[in-house]
């Protein structure tokens, strides 16, 4: 074969590999996105008949269906037991307790709820049930999933937890004190209107790097629900050291804003961002 003829055979080779691989590339793409997209449908069901079939309806047969076996809890309790001990405490006392979820939202192998628990006794008083005594505690629930299944849990809730409103709480029951841990999760919730989404992420990102500069932060989340049509629900969660930290971080952070001309405030109401900011604790067993 003559020079020529070999070197156009070989460019002709080459562009269509490149062809291929650019078709495959393409087409790839779409299947990406469409498993990610049915993963987080199955992550929400899953997270959904955990509290609305299992919890409520106290199905606990079920949990092995959801629940790995490499679960395990602060105490060293493994598996499908380990976790039903998470919630038996608040149920040994509110045998009618109930959880609702307020919003869920999914992010890779992340579920975070937001989640209301409703208990009501009837308290005894010489003996006689006199009156009803409903107690509610909303907080925060990071899960992490592997496999189709709940392989850890955090628990983030605000002062005073579910079982401390209880003035006969006992020692050895669930509780959040200063003593199981010093840590802060600060969350930060925000409805944005999707014309003001790509303006909001420039923001957000600027102000990630500067907390992440700052004493005391140890990590961050970042959380988003865009299946509404005209909004986007985002949610930020930011683990300090302590709330001194987390206090004296707010300083500097608002320091490093006036730097850069930026209000936080004067920003999320000029784009119509609602926005709730709580601070939790991680609640302990």
């Known amino acids: 074969m003559k020079p020529k003829k070999l070197l156009v055979l070989l460019l002709s080779i080459q562009i269509l590999q490149s ?23 199955q992550n929400k069901e899953l997270i959904n008949h955990l509290y609305h079939v299992i919890i ?30 998470e919630i038996s405490g608040i149920i040994d006392i509110f045998p009618t307790a109930s959880w609702s979820i307020e919003e869920l939202i999914c992010e890779d192998n992340k579920v975070v709820v937001k989640q209301t628990i409703k208990g009501t006794r009837q308290i005894d008083s010489n003996n006689h049930l006199t009156s009803d005594d409903t107690r509610y505690s909303t907080g925060y629930v990071i899960y992490t999933l592997e496999g189709g299944k709940i392989l850890d849990f955090e628990i983030l809730t605000a002062r005073p937890s579910f079982l401390q409103q209880l003035d006969n709480l006992s020692s050895n029951r669930i509780e959040m004190s200063d003593k199981s841990s010093s840590k802060v999760y600060f969350v930060d919730r925000f409805v944005v ?56 971080a707010k300083e500097r952070a608002f320091e490093e804003y006036k730097k850069v001309n930026f209000d ?3 920003f999320t109401q000029r784009l119509g961002i609602q926005r709730e900011r709580e601070v939790y604790k991680a609640y302990k067993e």
């Open 19 to 41: 062809l291929k691989a650019q078709e495959n590339t393409e087409h790839s793409r779409p299947k990406t996105m469409e498993v990610k997209i049915e993963a987080h449908h």
């Open 56 to 85: 409520n309806e106290r199905k606990w047969d079920e949990l092995s269906k959801i629940i790995s076996e490499k679960y395990i809890n602060d105490k060293g309790h493994v598996g499908v037991k380990a976790f039903k001990n």
């Open 193 to 248: 209107p999707k014309k003001a989404y790509s303006e909001f992420l420039g923001k957000m990102s600027l102000s990630r790097d500067v907390i992440k500069k700052l004493p005391g932060f140890i990590k961050d989340e970042v959380m988003i629900n865009d299946e509404d049509g005209t909004s986007v629900k985002m949610v930020t969660i930011a683990l300090w050291e302590s709330l001194e930290h987390f206090e004296n």
């Open 264 to 266: 936080p405030r004067t």
